[in-house]
């Protein structure tokens, strides 16, 4: 039987959006929203939140899930790559004598992400077990045709081709900011978290893709839910 863990990392020195992992939206911690999609799921055998924050670690001990250990501050800056985080994090649970074949990394303020989402893209990374899937989202508009600015001007990837139809070029995507699934000893076998790794693409409906980083996507996040709330 696969056993399986989701980790969420949510340190507690966001700066772009202070506290961001436990501010409320709509009505609760974003973290929350996150950790009942993992359980709705029922798939995970542990639900870990990697933090080095106390107030986040209470956060989600409220919400059933009490961090088995903190995260080192070491690795709990804005530089480490997140595999990183995730390679410790499954090392420190193996010292404690848990191990997992598949590990999931569910971000902490992906508030649209869905339980049917997540089992979705787990089924799908062990039905073939040979690339990490990842959760990505259609940008609309096709590599060729997205700008550049070179000396305060305009210009396309591919000049060549800026007349064509856009269903004869190249879609493009961009990373969801919602979740991740990987082997989780291909983790613990990394070097180098921040080397480039070729995923399979889980995609994403475009509306549970916002990646919040800045107010500005806080704020279309919010306005997003109300719309929905109201329809």
């Not at 088995?68 to 994090?89: E, L, S, Y």
């Not at 990394?105 to 089992?119: K, R």
């Not at 979740?179 to 790794?197: H, I, K, Q, R």
């Amino acid at each position: 039987m696969t056993r399986r863990i989701a980790i969420i990392p949510a340190r507690g020195g966001s700066k772009r959006i202070p506290r961001k992992n436990i501010r409320p939206f709509a009505g609760q911690p974003a973290l929350t929203h996150i950790l009942r999609a993992a359980e709705a799921t029922g798939l995970f055998d542990v639900i870990h939140v990697s933090t080095d924050d106390q107030e986040i670690a209470e956060v989600a001990a409220e919400a059933g899930h009490r961090p088995d250990f903190r995260r080192n501050a070491a690795i709990a800056d804005d530089f480490t790559p997140i595999r990183t985080v995730m390679g410790w994090t499954l090392r420190e649970f193996g010292k404690r004598g848990q191990y997992f074949e598949t590990a999931a990394l569910l971000y902490a303020t992906a508030v649209f992400v869905e339980p049917e989402d997540i089992a979705r893209a787990v089924a799908d990374f062990e039905a073939r077990h040979t690339h990490p899937v990842l959760a990505v989202s259609e940008v609309g508009t096709p590599i060729e045709k997205l700008f550049v600015k070179e000396d305060g001007l305009l210009h396309t990837v591919d000049k060549s081709r800026f007349g064509a139809r856009t269903q004869d070029l190249t879609p493009a995507y961009q990373d969801a900011g919602a979740f991740g699934v990987f082997s989780a000893a291909s983790l613990l076998a990394e070097d180098n978290g921040g080397a480039p790794l070729h995923f399979r693409p889980f995609i994403l409906d475009r509306w549970k893709a916002i990646d919040i980083d800045t107010e500005e996507d806080w704020a279309l996040a919010e306005r997003l839910h109300a719309a929905r709330t109201l329809s």
